[in-house]
T-cell receptor, first 117, second 119 residues
Framework: AQKITQTQPGMFVQEKEAVTLDCTYD???????LFWYKQPSSGEMIFLIY??????QNATEGRYSLNFQKARKSANLVISASQLGDSAMYFC??????????????FGKGTMLLVSP | GAVVSQHPSRVICKSGTSVKIECRSL??????MFWYRQFPKQSLMLMAT?????????EQGVEKDKFLINHASLTLSTLTVTSAHPEDSSFYIC???????????????FGPGTRLTVL
């Protein structure tokens, strides 16, 4: 069974500092995808970054980078130079093929990030 | 980036009434859309997978007669909560699947969500 674990319910960081949000996963599928989404208080889910299980290099998107350690089954999100607008809930998700044959996402419980001035 | 809209953003209804929520992909065609439910301070839980032109696939424990899904076109999926009750009050989020640039993989783009309150 597929499982995503986010062990940090909340994280605090000061503006302009870097922060790492942890995510570990468990799957027996050789092919999978890992995603990070940001959910501000408005509720919208915003796609941040994607890492494929066969990608050799860690994904990067602007201030976001994904520290992918396949042997450890971890896919931590690193946000560099935090900004006040980064305060939000962050979800790690994994794409897998469900029993019905459709590609779908399973989400971790999320980490609330608060950025202070 | 890809845009998915959802309407309405908020709805308050009386117990026993039905509520329809629309999910539209605005700048791409989506053969597959998903409906999620999110309780306060919890993660998203997949309710069903909606495929254009065919019946939706429901996750275990989700009542298909209560949550009717119709994916009538490549840009529109609707979720109807029938005979709503207070326990159906929740945040409902749709997403649309889109192939990523370069092909080979896909991601889901989410709508802004609908907050349903059943009195």
């Amino acid at each position: 069974a597929q499982k995503i674990t986010q062990t940090q319910p909340g994280m605090f960081v000061q503006e302009k500092e870097a922060v790492t949000l942890d995510c570990t996963y468990d799957t027996s599928d050789p092919s999978y995808g890992l995603f990070w989404y940001k959910q501000p208080s408005s509720g919208e889910m915003i796609f941040l970054i994607y890492q494929g299980s066969y990608d050799q290099q860690n994904a990067t998107e602007g201030r976001y980078s994904l520290n992918f350690q396949k042997a450890r089954k971890s896919a931590n999100l690193v946000i560099s130079a935090s900004q006040l607008g980064d305060s939000a809930m962050y979800f790690c998700a994994m794409r897998f093929t469900s029993g019905s044959g459709y590609s779908t996402l399973t989400f971790g419980k999320g980490t609330m990030l608060l950025v202070s001035p | 980036g890809a845009v998915v809209s959802q309407h309405p953003s908020r709805v308050i209804c009386k117990s026993g009434t039905s509520v329809k929520i629309e999910c539209r992909s605005l700048d791409f065609q989506a053969t597959t859309m998903f409906w999620y439910r999110q309780f306060p301070k919890q993660s998203l839980m997949l309710m069903a997978t909606s495929n254009e032109g065919s019946k939706a696939t429901y996750e275990q424990g989700v009542e298909k007669d209560k949550f009717l899904i119709n994916h009538a076109s490549l840009t529109l999926s609707t979720l109807t909560v029938t005979s709503a009750h207070p326990e159906d009050s929740s945040f409902y989020i749709c997403s649309a699947r889109r192939l990523m640039t370069g092909g080979g993989t896909d991601t889901q783009y989410f709508g802004p969500g609908t907050r349903l309150t059943v009195l």
